[in-house]
């Protein structure tokens, strides 16, 4: 399956716990909640690149599935990961205690991230 394309944020659930569990200062968490957000998605074979655009904002990650890489988190900070893919529309990835689940669905993608007991559940539909 390939993730390929771009994709509208349509819902989000525990968006100003998880944010403020990460770390991110009030006005920011209101200012992002509020952020037409689109992410863009190139898939060449095991090599993902995503770019992300939330108003003014915009950032990107690229990594090989099984590759460590370095990635910017939501809080601008630079980590190195490694993304696993499960099946063939799921990939997985852990970093500073965080599980990153996205999973496309048709049309879907649905990106899911715990910290500890708060699980911001985020889904975006292809545009």
């Known amino acids: ?3 390929s394309g771009k ?8 968006f100003e716990a998880f944010m403020k569990a990460v770390g991110l200062p009030d006005d920011l968490v209101q200012k992002g909640k509020d952020t037409k957000e689109v992410t863009e998605v190139v898939q060449n074979g095991k090599h993902f690149k995503f770019t992300v655009t939330a108003g003014p904002k915009v950032f ?10 370095e990635m910017e ?3 601008g900070e630079k980590v190195k990961a490694v993304v696993q893919l499960e099946g063939e529309n799921k990939l997985v990835t ?9 999973e496309l ?5 649905t990106s899911t991230m715990t910290l500890g007991d708060i699980v911001l559940k985020r889904i975006s539909k292809r545009v």
């Open 60 to 69: 990107q990650n690229e990594f090989t599935v099984g590759e460590e890489s």
């Open 105 to 109: 669905n048709g049309d879907t993608i």
């Open 7 to 14: 994709y509208e944020l349509q819902s989000q659930e525990n």
């Open 94 to 102: 852990t970093f500073k205690g965080i599980k990153s689940v996205t």
């Open 73 to 75: 988190t939501m809080t």
């Open 1 to 3: 399956m390939n993730f």
